[in-house]
């Protein structure tokens, strides 16, 4: 916990630095493949730094995290097996080393690719779920990249272009209230759309 603290105050300083764009970039390009915690903070920062600024804050977030994600689905399609069944030496360094990645959480994420197709890679998107692991694990078995794709571009776009617009609407008071309630806020906006969707079906 000491090492994610550490870790997040480092992540934070970049936006009274005049990288904190570019670091913003990187950290959510980095966070969708290895990097354990999510951009949302430093997008905060800097929007509230310049709240006229904030929807580009949220396009380079985006923009970031999708490219992170391609990687990420890279890492599983080439680099995940040295044959069927049998892990790679870097899949064996992300077990040991990067939060959140073991080998029954990849086989539990198989199970629900299987299951939910597009609405998994956009729940993981959006929500607090380690997206990480759901790149890497999707390239890993090979689902469909185009909807990987697309679910990854309305997932992480929604999610970061909704902090920003709250904190381009309200500003410092929305700060304490997004980051006290985010994760719950995430879930049940999910939770809304794909009942939406549902019910769209349902009556159609």
């Known amino acids: 916990m ?4 550490r870790l997040y105050d ?4 970049w936006a009274e630095t005049p990288y904190g764009g570019v670091a913003l970039f990187l950290l959510a390009f980095a966070e969708s493949s290895f990097f354990p915690i999510p951009p949302d903070a430093l997008l905060i920062a800097l929007a509230l730094g310049s709240r006229n600024k904030a929807f580009k804050f949220a396009l380079i977030t985006s923009a970031g995290s999708v490219l992170g994600a391609i990687l990420g ?10 044959a069927p069944g049998e892990f790679s030496n870097i899949a064996q360094f992300f077990y040991a080393n990067i939060p959140g990645f073991d080998e029954k959480v990849f086989f539990d994420v198989k199970a629900l690719y299987d299951k939910w197709n597009f609405w998994i890679v956009f729940t ?3 929500t607090p779920i380690p997206y990480k692991v759901f790149t890497i694990s999707g390239g890993a078995f ?12 309305v997932s992480r776009s929604a999610r970061f272009f ?3 617009g709250l904190i381009w609407k309200f500003g410092e008071p929305i700060r304490e ?4 309630y985010f994760d719950w806020l995430a879930i049940l906006f999910t939770v809304l759309l794909i009942g939406g969707f549902f019910v769209i079906n349902y009556l159609i």
Do not use: C
């Open 73 to 82: 689905y890279g890492i599983g399609y080439f680099l995940w097996w040295n």
């Open 162 to 164: 909704l902090v920003a």
């Open 10 to 13: 480092w992540m934070l300083h």
């Open 124 to 126: 993981a998107g959006f």
């Open 142 to 153: 090979d689902i469909n990249f185009p909807m990987f794709l697309l679910a990854s571009v």
């Open 177 to 180: 209230f997004i980051d006290k």
């Open 2 to 5: 000491k090492l994610l603290r």
